[in-house]
T-cell receptor, first 114, second 110 residues
Framework: DGGITQSPKYLFRKEGQNVTLSCEQNLNHDAMYWYRQDPGQGLRLIYY???????QKGDIAEGYSVSREKKESFPLTVTSAQKNPTAFYLC?????????????FGPGTRLTVL | GQNIDQPTEMTATEGAIVQINCTYQ??????LFWYQQHAGEAPTFLSYNVLDGLEEKGRFSSFLSRSKGYSYLLLKELQMKDSASYLC???????????FGAGTRLAVHP
């Protein structure tokens, strides 16, 4: 079955620690995205990648970093510089960057920083 | 600025029809998406509109008026499993950037 996987589903970290969230897709999609979802707010774009070894900042990139070494993988690191990291993180992919390309979402990782 | 507005919550009765509205103001427009999201799960695609008019897909229909910056999602023959959040998102910019509304939480009761 084709799809997007994110792991882990729940993650707890102490304040000041960096943490990396995994995102893998086997849909052969070129574009991948990371969003953050907070209660009462819409999804907000953190980073996106159009192609391997290329990625761009979204609207709220501060305190986050990404890499895109393989087409299938787009891990997100939440650094200690992120002031309010507790949130639900969603990874998505699409078959290109044209505006009519549906984005497919992974199941999400709920990060709680204690 | 860029803004998408939709009601925060709605309730409806099983078997009824409900319309969820979405208004938007964005600097670019490449189309409008509706997604369904059950609590704690991934959003799933429902519909895409780029031209004015109504798109029908089974029990779900979506309407777009670009001149008014307005869309709605119509759900017919409501079922309990339709209880979820419905996200309106506009594709804007050159890289399929999606701008999301905060979502409308729909509760369907017997």
């Amino acid at each position: 079955d084709g799809g997007i996987t994110q792991s882990p589903k729940y993650l707890f970290r102490k304040e000041g620690q960096n943490v990396t969230l995994s995102c893998e897709q086997n849909l052969n999609h070129d574009a991948m995205y990371w969003y953050r979802q907070d209660p009462g707010q819409g999804l907000r774009l953190i980073y996106y990648s159009q192609i391997v070894n290329d990625f761009q900042k979204g609207d709220i990139a501060e305190g986050y970093s990404v890499s895109r070494e393989k087409k299938e993988s787009f891990p997100l690191t939440v650094t200690s510089a992120q002031k309010n990291p507790t949130a639900f993180y969603l990874c998505a992919s699409s078959n290109g960057l044209a505006g009519n390309n549906e984005q497919f979402f992974g199941p999400g990782t709920r990060l709680t920083v204690l | 600025g860029q803004n998408i507005d939709q009601p925060t919550e709605m309730t409806a009765t099983e078997g009824a029809i409900v319309q969820i509205n979405c208004t938007y103001q964005t600097s670019g427009f490449n189309g409008l998406f509706w997604y369904q999201q059950h609590a704690g799960e991934a959003p799933t695609f429902l519909s895409y509109n780029v031209l004015d008019g109504l798109e029908e897909k089974g029990r779900f229909s979506s309407f777009l008026s670009r001149s008014k910056g307005y869309s709605y999602l119509l759900l017919k023959e409501l079922q309990m499993k339709d209880s979820a959040s419905y996200l309106c998102a506009v594709s804007s910019g050159g890289y399929n950037k999606l701008i999301f509304g905060a979502g409308t939480r729909l509760a369907v009761h017997p």
